[in-house]
Antibody, heavy 115, light 111 residues
Framework: EVQLVESGGGLVQPGGSLRLSCEVSEFTISSSWMSWVRQAPGKGLHWAAHINPVGSDKYYVDSVKGRFTISRDNAKNSLSLQMNSLRVEDTAVYYC????????WGPGTLVTVSS | DVVMTQSPLSLPVTLGQPASISCRSSQSLVHSDGNTWLDWFQQRPGQSPRRLIYKVSNRDSGVPDRFSGSGSGTDFTLKISRVEAEDVGIYYCMQYRHWPHNFGQGTKLEI
């Protein structure tokens, strides 16, 4: 069974930084697009960032552009999200998602931005 | 950006009865390759989302056949032929024809 495990979430002050990681097992990610999708508490789903299989094309929603960086290491079968200049409105559960013939979601990691 | 509008946002249903959720996009989701990039997701309470339907009408593996998707262009529908207790949750449509990809607001299905 495909397993995704996100880590790196936690409490951070506004303006701070966090780095999220997603470790994948029982699935080789090198042929798949991957994303970070976030969900604020009690709210809906929103895309944050998207990356192609080889890591050469990256897409960001406007609200995180210039602050977040998505990257991947296919050799380590992992995805990352570097988040800088965090804002209160970035508070959310961040899901790692694999887009292949089927779609795989991790359990999510909670990021709380608060003073 | 493409706006995805779902209705209703809250859907009280009776067990065994049908249910229907509408999703409208502000732009056509038809690609030049002929595909329409619209999926449906289910999020049960306390769980991660799960895809039910891809490219408008194709059920994912393991999805009960009481779930069906239809539509074209900008108007799409998710139907549940007979609601079961395990169907409680929030349902989202999602377009991936245009960046940024985005989800509808979600429809909360309650028994």
């Amino acid at each position: 069974e495909v397993q995704l495990v996100e880590s790196g979430g936690g409490l951070v002050q506004p303006g701070g930084s966090l780095r999220l990681s997603c470790e994948v097992s029982e699935f080789t990610i090198s042929s798949s697009w991957m994303s970070w999708v976030r969900q604020a508490p009690g709210k809906g789903l929103h895309w944050a960032a998207h990356i192609n299989p080889v890591g050469s094309d990256k897409y960001y929603v406007d609200s995180v552009k210039g602050r977040f960086t998505i990257s991947r290491d296919n050799a380590k079968n992992s995805l990352s999200l570097q988040m800088n200049s965090l804002r209160v409105e970035d508070t959310a559960v961040y899901y790692c998602v694999i887009w292949s013939s089927s779609v795989h979601w991790g359990p999510g990691t909670l990021v709380t931005v608060s003073s | 950006d493409v706006v995805m509008t779902q209705s209703p946002l809250s859907l009280p249903v009776t067990l065994g009865q049908p249910a229907s959720i509408s999703c409208r996009s502000s732009q056509s989701l038809v690609h030049s390759d002929g595909n329409t990039w619209l999926d449906w997701f289910q999020q049960r309470p306390g769980q991660s989302p799960r895809r039910l339907i891809y490219k408008v009408s194709n059920r994912d593996s393991g999805v009960p056949d009481r779930f069906s998707g239809s539509g074209s262009g900008t108007d799409f529908t998710l139907k549940i032929s007979r609601v079961e207790a395990e169907d409680v949750g929030i349902y989202y449509c999602m377009q991936y024809r245009h960046w940024p990809h985005n989800f509808g607001q979600g429809t909360k299905l309650e028994i």
